[in-house]
């Protein structure tokens, strides 16, 4: 069975601290994708891979970077967490051609 | 700008009620992908059906189904005789598959309610 699986399920981080939150797929897909859900706004973009060691801005990229120095590893990182973060993260990826996007099942994040 | 508008925010319905979702996208592009999710309170996405845009055929599985109109930009999803079990968020998305990484956009979602 394919999976794309998140370390934390649930996260509880300080304001300042620094955030990693890690993604694997063992699927050998190309494309990987970190999302923000929220309450009344749905999913939204912070960044995506398409390659090892590259990455794009997705269209809430502020305060978040991102490491993809594995094919099968895309971690998250937010580098001074702050209470607006409290969210819940969703990792994604898909292999080339636009087939089904396989979800993780997602970490909710909440900065103290 | 892309975009994909669910109108819906929450329905409320009774078992073996029918129920539709709406959704309508805005692209410029001639060859995009549509897809629906569902989100259980499990929290993870479930895939139910990607649709390209040269396909413009109902499709059916079971008691879902799904209706595209590119002449009104819309993909609406139909549950049948709904259940409790049907209780979740559904997500509409559209993707460009013309760009390297495409990401899927989303719609904000609409919440169903299922009660028996």
């Known amino acids: 069975d394919v999976k794309v699986t998140q370390s934390s399920r649930y996260l509880v981080k300080r304001t300042g601290e620094k955030v990693f939150l890690e993604c694997v797929q063992d699927?050998?897909?190309?494309?990987m994708f970190w999302y923000r859900q929220d309450p009344g706004l749905g999913l939204r973009l912070i960044y995506f891979s398409y390659d090892v060691k590259m990455k794009e801005k997705g269209d809430i990229p502020e305060g978040y970077s991102v490491s993809r120095e594995k094919k099968e590893r895309f971690s998250l990182i937010l580098e001074s967490a702050s209470t607006n973060q409290t969210s819940m993260y969703l990792c994604?990826?898909?292999?080339?051609?636009?087939?089904?996007?396989?979800f993780g099942s997602g970490t909710r994040l909440t900065v103290v | 700008a892309q975009k994909v508008t669910q109108a819906q925010t929450e329905i409320s319905v009774v078992e073996k009620e029918d129920v539709t979702l709406d959704c309508v996208y805005e692209t410029r592009d001639t060859t995009y992908y549509l897809f629906w999710y569902k989100q259980p309170p499990s929290g993870e996405l479930v895939f139910l059906i990607r649709?390209?845009?040269?396909?413009?055929q109902n499709e059916i599985s079971g008691r879902y189904s799904w209706n595209f109109q590119k002449s009104t930009s819309s993909f609406n999803f139909t549950i049948t005789a709904s259940q409790v079990v049907d209780s979740a968020v559904y997500f509409c998305?559209?993707?460009?598959?013309?760009?390297?990484?495409?990401?899927?956009?989303f719609g904000k979602g609409t919440t169903l309610s299922v009660s028996s």
């Open positions: 699927m050998d897909h190309e494309n």
């Open positions: 994604a990826s898909t292999s080339t051609g636009i087939y089904g996007y396989t």
């Open positions: 998305a559209l993707s460009d598959p013309n760009q390297a990484g495409t990401a899927l956009i």
């Open positions: 649709r390209n845009s040269f396909d413009e």
